[in-house]
Every structure is written in structure tokens, then in C-alpha cells.
């Protein structure tokens, strides 16, 4: 399980000032908490039993052609939903390369490095010019 550093201290000023502008108790507020939580454990049971699955997968098709009422009610149910088929293979393709190439390390130096070398060839043009050529 996993632990967390305590906040800073005006955090504590920022709850009590809370619960005492609601005029609420402490007690009162612990029991209301755990009573969510209660409530949520079925919900909790079913997203451990299901894991990835709970999330619903719709085709960019189906949104286009109109959704059931059932497959509106999951994603309603969820808060969420992943589509599918909504952006065409070769882009897909894409993104992952210029992803993978982002992700390489250095990559920014790299591309800081190309940047200086061009300008370099630029001035080098720039300075000496040859009849007929024009730099774009």
C-alpha cells in the first residue's frame, strides 16, 4: 500500500474552518465518508472482478450511425469510454512513430543540435553566395 507524506499544516486549518462554516461535526462528517464508501464497495467489487474491461469500447461507426440506448447507459454508468476506428490506420501508424522517436533519449538535444546545423549551412549560404542560387 502506498504512503503518503502528511500535509502541511494549513490544511488542518482549512478542514476545521470548513466543518465549522457548515456547522458540521467531525463524527458527523466521518459517518457520512463511510457510509460513501459503502455504497461505492459494490461498484469497487465489480471494477477489481472486471478490471480494464469495465471500461466500454464503441466504434467511431457506431457513434456516427447513433448509439443504442444500452450502450449509452454503460458509458453513462462508467463516466467514460474509449473509441475506437476514429482516426484512420496510416495516422495511427504515424503518431506511434513520431511517439517512439519523441520518447528516444536525447531526442530534444538531438533536434536542438540539427536546428544549429542548418542555420550554420544557412549563414555559410548566406556568405557565400553562388551566382544563380537563391537560398528559400
Given at each position: 500500500m502506498a504512503t503518503f507524506a502528511p500535509l502541511p499544516a494549513r490544511f488542518s486549518t482549512i478542514?476545521?474552518?470548513?466543518?465549522?462554516?457548515m456547522d458540521v461535526a467531525p463524527d458527523v462528517l466521518q459517518l457520512a465518508w463511510?457510509?460513501?464508501?459503502?455504497?461505492?464497495?459494490?461498484?469497487?467489487?465489480?471494477?477489481?472482478?472486471?478490471?480494464g474491461n469495465i471500461i466500454p469500447r464503441i466504434s467511431y461507426r457506431?457513434?456516427?450511425?447513433?448509439?443504442?440506448?444500452?450502450?449509452?447507459?454503460t458509458i453513462r454508468k462508467t463516466g467514460v469510454v474509449v473509441i475506437t476506428g476514429g482516426i484512420p490506420k496510416e495516422v495511427?501508424?504515424?503518431i506511434t512513430v513520431l511517439s517512439s522517436a519523441i520518447m528516444r533519449p536525447n531526442v530534444?538535444?538531438?533536434?536542438?543540435?540539427?536546428?544549429?546545423?542548418?542555420l550554420h549551412i544557412?549563414?555559410?549560404i548566406a556568405?557565400?553566395?553562388?551566382?544563380?542560387?537563391?537560398l528559400l
Open positions: 478542514k476545521k474552518d470548513l466543518l465549522r462554516d463511510k457510509g460513501v464508501l459503502k455504497a461505492l464497495e459494490p461498484r469497487v467489487q465489480e471494477i477489481i472482478s472486471q478490471g457506431d457513434i456516427e450511425a447513433g448509439l443504442s440506448e444500452s450502450q449509452k447507459d495511427s501508424n504515424m530534444l538535444e538531438q533536434l536542438k543540435e540539427a536546428l544549429k546545423w542548418k544557412k549563414d555559410y556568405a557565400n553566395p553562388v551566382k544563380g542560387v537563391t
